[in-house]
């Protein structure tokens, strides 16, 4: 009897919390753009039990292929009760475009509730392999690796995000990931943004449900205006793909496939600042800061000193533009000022502080102004300037030596004028003899010169001789000609990155289009669009040695990789030489 009690009481609760939920028709699409060949699964599902009389839309420019087929799940977790009732379509579109698809409706407790619209977009028909289950076309289908971008229109010097985020369906599983080509921001100050592990995170892609992982996050502040091209990130990944097969359990079994994958090009068109309205102080500071110019002392004695501290906090391009500098009357001797930097580069933008120290000491006794300074900056948010202006200051100088007026100056070097005395010797007459003496000259003949220029052939014939052997002997050594030539060639083409030794951003771009152009001088090709693989393939034709074809690769890796790590000076200049050394094993292979 207690066990019946028991029973009813549970089916109770269970029928309560079926009925308390509010009743709800939802429909989901497997994919909201296909092609014209393809398929779309559709599902109308309601929440609640008790729901009559479904009655599906038109499907107009569809085609039913198969459907509806129903199925009921209930299940009761943690005390939490969920239903579902589903109809599910197997639909394909008869034309291209944007095709509607009208709301579903249900009868429910006397009430009927409905479906949103739904958009599909339809393009040109898509290669299908025969086998629906390819491992490959599955791959392409479940995986996209995605390079959003927040925004494609910024003002030159404003701040953008650009987000790598690898996102994969649950129909397949994902085993290994590695960067073969990391993305170029040509035109753009960049800063990468260091991402705390990989959690996985849940997010629509397409209209889609999707689990996906942020792979890669940078700050981009474009420095010109024009289109500016952020190239794609290449990846090889390792999925685990179901064969549509099951083995003697019933288990679906998987096949394990290495594949690339690549983001779109993305195209960023920056806005050129406005020249309305643009200051003349404007050094290219883009955001939104504060201005503050103080002096540590205001009352000081002669050679005591006092700094002035320009400094400028915000939001924005804090490390892309000059601070104002302070002007100072003569008799405060001003130095050079130190620059301190207290900048965070986050998800949310660059933001801290930069500011500059003088240091000045007053040599005389005064009191002395200090002239008001100004900054001025463009505040994008707004889409204009702002101008920000400090007082005045002044430095009242206590102990020290009076500073000589210009009047008290001029009195002193005033001279008194004084009467013309009329001397002897003012004036005299002019001399009738004199008492030069003539000059004496040496004849060239039996000169020391004379026999210096006649002993001279004697001496230079036999070296000019000498030189002429050696440079004959050289130049029949054709080997060394050809490694002269190479290393001369190493040079010509390593000049500008040799230039930016020290910097390490410019120095491995200049280092990477150094050996592209060395490829498309000597191989007359186009190697800024193809890979490292296609490039191995190329010198493998042109019988290059697997060595030095191997070191050519990981010097254009190192290149790649080297951008986003830090790097000493020392492994740049180990960089230079390897890539020196390599130009001119392959000049003498091609």
């Not at 620059?339 to 998800?347: F, L, T, Y």
């Amino acid at each position: 009897m207690k066990l019946k009690i028991y029973i009813s009481f549970i089916i109770s609760i269970l029928s309560h919390s079926i009925f308390a939920q509010q009743a709800e028709l939802s429909v989901s699409i497997s994919k909201n753009s296909l092609g014209l060949n393809e398929r779309l699964r559709i599902e109308f599902s309601i929440n609640k039990q008790g729901g009559d009389n479904f009655t599906p839309p038109k499907f107009k420019e569809f085609k039913v292929i198969a459907g509806p087929s129903q199925s009921v799940s209930q299940s009761w977790i943690n005390g939490k009760v969920t239903f579902s009732q589903s109809y599910t379509y197997i639909l394909k579109p008869t034309r291209k475009g944007e095709l509607i698809i009208e709301p579903a409706s249900i009868e429910i407790n006397g009430s009927t509730i409905y479906t949103k619209y739904i958009k599909v977009i339809v393009t040109d028909p898509i290669d299908i392999p025969d086998d629906p289950n390819d491992p490959e076309y599955i791959a392409n289908q479940n995986i996209h690796l995605v390079a959003e971008v927040t925004k494609t229109n910024p003002y030159v010097g404003e701040g953008i995000y650009v987000e790598y985020r690898l996102y994969v369906s649950e129909n397949v599983s994902v085993y290994d990931t590695s960067v073969t080509e990391a993305p170029q921001y040509n035109g753009f100050w960049n800063q990468e943004i260091t991402i705390d592990g990989y959690p996985v995170k849940m997010g629509k892609y397409n209209g889609q449900n999707y689990r996906y992982i942020v792979l890669q996050k940078a700050l981009l502040v474009p420095t010109k205006t024009g289109n500016l091209t952020i190239d794609p990130m290449k990846m090889d990944i390792v999925i685990g793909v179901p064969t549509g097969r099951a083995d003697f359990f019933g288990n679906v079994i998987t096949k394990n496939i290495r594949k690339e994958f690549a983001s779109a090009k993305k195209t960023i068109n920056p806005k050129e600042l406005p020249l309305n309205g643009k200051p003349e102080n404007f050094t290219g500071a883009v955001g939104d800061f504060s201005f503050n110019v103080t002096l540590s002392k205001e009352v000081l004695k002669a050679n005591e000193s006092s700094q002035i501290k320009v400094d400028v906090s915000g939001k924005g391009n804090l490390k892309l533009f000059e601070l104002p500098t302070v002007e100072t009357p003569a008799e405060l001797e001003k130095y050079q000022p130190e620059r301190k930097e207290n900048v965070r580069i986050s998800a949310d933008g660059i933001s801290g502080s930069v500011s500059d120290s003088y240091t000045i000491v007053p040599q005389f006794k005064g009191k002395y102004k200090i002239p008001k300074v100004s900054f001025s900056y463009f505040n994008p948010k707004e889409g204009v300037y702002k101008t920000i202006t400090t007082d005045d200051m002044y430095v009242d100088v206590l102990e020290g030596k009076e500073l000589i007026s210009s009047n008290d100056e001029t009195s002193q070097n005033t001279v008194e004028k004084q009467e013309v005395v009329s001397l002897g010797n003012n004036f005299r007459y002019i001399q009738t003899k004199t008492d030069f003496q003539p000059k004496k000259k040496e004849d060239f003949y039996n000169s020391n010169l004379f026999y210096l220029l006649l002993l001279l052939p004697f001496v230079t014939i036999p070296i000019g001789i000498f030189i002429g052997k050696r440079n004959e002997a050289r130049n029949s050594d054709l080997v060394g000609i050809r490694l002269r030539k190479a290393e001369k060639l190493a040079r010509k083409f390593l000049s500008e990155a040799q230039k930016q030794l020290g910097k390490k951003e410019a120095f491995y771009e200049a280092l990477e289009r150094a050996l592209h152009n060395y490829l498309k001088a000597k191989l007359n090709i186009e190697t800024a669009d193809i890979s490292k693989e296609k490039i191995t393939q190329i010198l493998e034709e042109k019988k290059v040695d697997a060595t030095t074809i191997t070191k050519f690769i990981e010097v254009l890796q190192a290149s790649d990789f080297a951008r986003y790590t830090p790097v000493t000076n020392t492994e740049m200049n180990k960089e230079f030489e390897k890539a020196k050394e390599v130009i001119v094993q392959l000049d003498k292979q091609l």
